[in-house]
């Protein structure tokens, strides 16, 4: 059976029961109050998904609390639009799911963004450790909101991307410059000092050695790209899916939005079929992370 074929894709009662599995494996649990009692009144028959906390008094349904909260698009459509957004490899145009959910641009862009924030992880959990290497790199994508566009990359906005060997995990972040007092920080709050660090020769990152067991690089300049286990062809690879998507599928990214598209390259990048997770695997990982976040189209 094709995935696209489940019934949640296309009943919206059956798209309420597959979230509630999802989010609620253990019964229904109040977002109000937080109540995980059997005693819920059961209101479906009224409206679908409604039911009623016998603690708090309070009527809820799985949405309530999530990035889906008071969405006027029918869930199966909803879970529709998650389902697409994670097994295109380089992401789905607003335009795209505009005509292929049957709803307006301005709801399906607003969509795409709630499940954007849905992918944000928000992981503290530092990266690497004894034995491990992480890559770090940078790069350049769409412009920063009033620049006059130049020669060099000062004009565009940067992206920093931390990718472990060993995990295969990425983790980037939008930074304001490629200094090494944006760099430094960003790098140490997020990588274990344990760790084998490898760079490119940018300056922003020769005082790493300071700060973690090593750290070497490469000089591209030189031509030098591999030098042993030297090297940040892991990270670059990561950087070629996320410029053809960034390029090829959305073409143009405001500033203020560009950290739910790296949030958006990165989760799927982290939850690949190389590390064992399949498209209906990854669909259901981006559905447990829509609760406990909100998003409002004026944000």
């Given at each position: 059976m094709s995935v696209l074929s489940k019934p949640y894709f296309h009943d919206e009662a059956k798209a309420f029961e597959y979230l509630e599995s999802v989010l609620w494996p253990e019964g229904p649990i109040c977002p109000h109050c937080g109540s995980v009692s059997g005693k819920h009144y059961d209101l479906r028959k009224t409206r679908l998904g409604l039911r009623k906390c016998s603690d708090c008094r309070k009527q809820f349904t799985v949405k309530v609390g999530t990035v889906f909260e008071s969405a006027h698009i029918p869930l199966n459509k909803m879970l529709q639009a998650v389902h697409l957004l994670c097994s295109s490899k380089k992401g789905i145009s607003a335009h795209q799911l505009h005509r292929i959910l049957?709803?307006?641009?301005?709801?399906?862009?607003?969509?795409?963004?709630?499940?954007?924030?849905?992918?944000?992880s928000g992981d503290l959990v530092p990266m690497g450790g004894a034995?491990?290497?992480?890559?770090?790199?940078?790069?350049?994508?769409?412009?920063?909101?009033?620049?006059?566009?130049?020669?060099?990359?000062?004009?565009?906005?940067?992206?920093?991307?931390?990718?472990?060997?060993?995990?295969?995990?990425?983790?980037?972040?939008?930074?304001?410059?490629?200094?090494?007092?944006?760099?430094?920080?960003?790098?140490?709050?997020?990588?274990?000092?344990?760790?084998?660090?490898?760079?490119?020769?940018?300056?922003?990152?020769?005082?790493?050695?300071?700060?973690?067991?090593?750290?070497?690089?490469?000089?591209?300049?030189?031509?030098?790209?591999?030098?042993?286990?030297?090297?940040?062809?892991?990270?670059?690879?990561?950087?070629?899916?996320?410029?053809?998507?960034?390029?090829?599928?959305?073409?143009?990214?405001?500033?203020k939005h560009l950290h739910r598209y790296v949030a958006e390259f990165d989760f799927r990048y982290n939850n690949r079929t190389a590390l064992g997770v399949e498209d209906a695997e990854r669909a259901k990982v981006a559905l447990e992370g829509i609760m406990g976040k909100r998003l409002t189209y004026r944000d």
């Open positions: 049957e709803v307006q641009y301005k709801t399906a862009w607003f969509l795409a963004h709630r499940i954007r924030e849905a992918m944000r034995g491990s290497i992480v890559e770090a790199d940078e790069t350049f994508i769409g412009r920063k909101e009033g620049s006059i566009k130049r020669r060099g990359h000062g004009h565009k906005n940067a992206v920093l991307s931390l990718v472990d060997r060993e995990s295969g995990q990425v983790r980037s972040f939008h930074v304001d410059s490629v200094s090494a007092a944006e760099l430094v920080p960003i790098v140490k709050a997020n990588v274990a000092k344990e760790t084998a660090m490898v760079t490119d020769e940018w300056s922003g990152y020769f005082s790493l050695g300071d700060h973690f067991a090593s750290h070497e690089s490469v000089s591209h300049k030189a031509d030098e790209y591999v030098r042993g286990e030297v090297h940040t062809n892991t990270v670059e690879g990561y950087y070629s899916i996320f410029k053809r998507g960034m390029k090829g599928v959305y073409q143009h990214c405001s500033e």
